[in-house]
T-cell receptor, first 114, second 115 residues
Framework: ETGVTQSPTHLIKTRGQQVTLRCSSQSGHNTVSWYQQALGQGPQFIFQYYREEENGRGNFPPRFSGLQFPNYSSELNVNALELDDSALYLC?????????????FGPGTRLTVL | AQSVSQHNHHVILSEAASLELGCNYSYGGTVNLFWYVQYPGQHLQLLLKYFSGDPLVKGIKGFEAEFIKSKFSFNLRKPSVQWSDTAEYFCAVNALNFGNEKLTFGTGTRLTIIP
């Protein structure tokens, strides 16, 4: 069983640029969630996708957007990068069936904005 | 909106000492509760979870946690820690009335075990 994978591992961008981060869900999972983890903080929920539809969003501006594909992989896009966007971006997948679901996390993408 | 508080930011213990890490959440409805661990250089891994039933749950590596609904708490315990338990520990809550699996995390507790 393949776990959650993310690419790239590290990324350096400059302010104002755009970035796309990618996530492959664990086999059989239909839900993907994205989190931002700033240094020294806990992960903050960005949004979640279930069967290609956004299913909940945290307190992040519209320049944070996402997609989920038919194979349940996902992308996180961030436009007009700001210095404060520097963080570890985590993807988590789960199999949504009922209300008792466990999320499995990937290793994350470390984004540095200069 | 729900929130999670972890009052211990950094805990330093000697090997074989007992551990208790505090976690309190603010949400009046039904919740699922989790403890995740992040070892140095590794990704978040689930230690244990509470969905329903027995409020004392056991997880991997000898960890356990007790859900006390009246105190909105879900403290993590281990009777005897090992050097390999050095890691960052995160408590998380999923409020079930919002129709999604959003996890709200605490700020984490850094645990350092001295050999």
């Amino acid at each position: 069983e393949t776990g959650v994978t993310q690419s790239p591992t590290h990324l350096i961008k400059t302010r104002g640029q755009q970035v796309t981060l990618r996530c492959s869900s664990q086999s059989g999972h239909n839900t993907v969630s994205w989190y931002q983890q700033a240094l020294g903080q806990g992960p903050q929920f960005i949004f979640q996708y279930y069967r290609e539809e956004e299913n909940g969003r945290g307190n992040f501006p519209p320049r944070f957007s996402g997609l989920q594909f038919p194979n349940y992989s996902s992308e996180l896009n961030v436009n007009a990068l700001e210095l404060d966007d520097s963080a570890l971006y985590l993807c988590a997948s789960s199999l949504s069936q009922g209300s008792n679901n466990e999320q499995f996390f990937g290793p994350g993408t470390r984004l540095t904005v200069l | 909106a729900q929130s999670v508080s972890q009052h211990n930011h950094h805990v330093i213990l000697s090997e074989a000492a007992s551990l208790e890490l505090g976690c309190n959440y603010s949400y009046g409805g039904t919740v699922n509760l989790f403890w995740y661990v992040q070892y140095p250089g590794q990704h978040l891994q689930l230690l244990l979870k509470y969905f329903s039933g027995d409020p004392l749950v056991k997880g991997i590596k000898g960890f356990e946690a007790e859900f006390i609904k009246s105190k909105f708490s879900f403290n993590l315990r281990k009777p005897s820690v090992q050097w390999s338990d050095t890691a960052e520990y995160f408590c998380a809550v999923n409020a079930l009335n919002f129709g999604n699996e959003k996890l709200t995390f605490g700020t984490g507790t850094r645990l350092t075990i001295i050999p």
